[in-house]
């Protein structure tokens, strides 16, 4: 982990040799199309150890759900710790095929230092396809061409990026029936978690997010 203007951020590159299908664990974030506060807000508590939390929309309600089926259709995937934050969510997705040896998620070790603040950590964004709903693309992007039905071909099966693209799609077809202007954006952001520790420090900051936050 570097220091970068005096915070803490999670070095991240896109890695072209590693199969995002492999077993492992993933840090991954989803911002808000223009972080536009779709999905609830931050409220204070009369609660000591909890002096604020979120408090969802009926959109962020339908994130969280939707999040939690994600098992459902993809029964190698494992879930860890996850938040709704107003403009963004933060998750850990394990991918734990039976017939994949060749990697070992790590689910937590030693102890090791939090991230001390409450933004949402520096990662390199990824694309993802249209799928006939998706956000608009950043300037500067290119989007994968897509055929008639949403098919695209970049993603190739039960990796991240598809069990990611699929869990926005269906968010952004029910979201769109509650608020037409409803928009992810076109990225999402991803981090392999290389050892225990950093499991257990990306699950602490996850937690903390709402305690965290200044927005």
């Known amino acids: 982990m570097k220091k970068y203007k005096n915070r803490y951020r999670i070095s991240s590159a896109r890695l072209q040799s590693w199969d995002y299908g492999r077993n492992a664990a993933y840090f991954v974030t989803i911002c808000t199309h223009n972080r536009i506060r779709f999905l609830g807000k931050i409220v204070k508590t009369q609660n000591p150890s909890t002096p604020q939390q979120m408090e969802l929309s009926e959109i962020g309600e339908l ?38 040896t060749a990697t ?70 029910n979201a769109r029936k509650i608020n037409p202007k409803w928009k992810w954006q076109s990225r999402f952001h991803d981090h392999i978690i290389r050892d225990n520790a950093s499991f257990l420090r990306i699950r602490q900051y996850i937690i903390d997010n709402p305690l965290n936050w200044e927005g």
């Open 63 to 100: 994130v969280e759900k939707f999040w939690y089926e994600i098992p459902s259709h993809y029964p190698f995937v494992e879930l860890d710790a996850f938040v709704v934050m107003p403009d963004h969510i933060h998750g850990i997705i394990i991918i734990n095929k039976p017939n994949d």
């Open 104 to 173: 070992t998620p790590n689910r937590g070790g030693e102890k090791s230092p939090d991230l001390r603040d409450g933004k949402s950590p520096d990662l390199r964004g990824v694309e993802t396809p249209k799928l006939g709903v998706s956000t608009t693309p950043k300037l500067g992007v290119s989007t994968p061409k897509t055929g008639r039905g949403g098919k695209n071909e970049r993603w190739k099966p039960n990796t991240l990026g598809s069990i990611i693209n699929q869990y926005k799609r269906i968010c952004t077809i």
